[in-house]
């Protein structure tokens, strides 16, 4: 009966976005059978948007596994879009260091990129992990105040980057062909990065179900003061989930400078840390059900983004319908919370 119940919130989750979406269409599109025709069946019509939409979907699912590891451990990461935004800066600037450019060393090169990301999001996650011991303090305040602080740094730091003053203010520039990671449905941006979200889906579900430390982490989010009295080491538990949450965070900006932007460029995280946070409290932060509500989520997105591009609406009505999903499954998930 209680799956039954998160069933239904999820789905009605997911069709407040639909029912919102379909209303703007109607009521502001210059003709609103024909785009309603296009939002249902648009990103269908060719590769490059279908690929496009399994690759917001790679990234919804990336960092919604780091969002469901720590939901399930008991805490509530707010800073995705800081910690994706972060490990894309990171990656980009490695990637464009010259003494990292050396010929025969772009596998080294990634690596050490891929290293120093996952460690960037880890390490702001681990600072909430750090002031909840130390101060008491709320994990979901302080890592989205440790976020919103970081990103105007990484702004700035982007701006005054003498790398980035030779061609634009905007971005660092663009990493080296050797570096990129090839296109697996031309045009679109897919990559193999799709193929590893979904492996990070069922891996985290299966550590989080069958193994036993991963048993105690969801029993430790679910009853604390019982895992406390049952002697499991929840402080030790809570900080390894939070820093496999941030670098998880910090892996979707690699996977989206490698593999999308081939740049860190402002704004490019928007929306992706919150995104990925709605895919995870729609389905209740259960990894395996993670993909098909980012498979969903990634096409409600890109259908409106694009009828969104055609009908030339003066507002953004992704943003609308993103804002409408998040607060449906927050409703849901902090409903569910006051009756435990």
Known sequence: MKKNIGLLKSVLSLLAGLLVCMAIILIFAKKPLQALSSF????????YYFGGMLNSAAFLMTAGCGACLAIKSGSMNL???????????????????????????????????????????????????????????????????????????????????????????????????????????????????????????LLLSYFLLRNTQGKRICIMGTAPEFAKYAGFPCERYSSICLAASGALHSLTGFFAVTGTYYTCHKGFYMNMGWNALSAALIVHAEPALLIPSSLLLAWLYSSADRVNLTQGFAFDISGIVQGCVLFAAAFSFIRKGEAK
């Open 40 to 47: 249902f069946t648009g990103t269908f019509t060719s590769p």
């Open 79 to 201: 800073g995705g879009e800081g910690q994706v935004y972060a490990g894309g800066y990171v990656t980009a600037l490695i990637l464009t260091t010259p003494i990292f450019l050396q010929q025969g060393f772009s596998v080294l090169t990634q690596a050490l990129a891929l290293l120093l990301c996952l460690a960037s999001g880890a390490a702001m996650a681990l600072a909430s992990a750090f002031l909840k011991r130390a101060r008491n303090a709320q994990v979901l305040l302080t890592s989205f105040l440790i976020s919103a602080g970081l990103i105007p740094l990484i702004d700035s730091l982007i701006t005054s980057s003498k790398s980035s003053s030779e061609q634009n203010l905007l971005s660092l520039p663009f990493i080296q062909d050797s570096f990129k990671w090839g296109q697996i449905l031309k045009p679109s941006p897919l990559t193999f990065s799709f193929f590893i979200a979904l492996a990070l889906c």
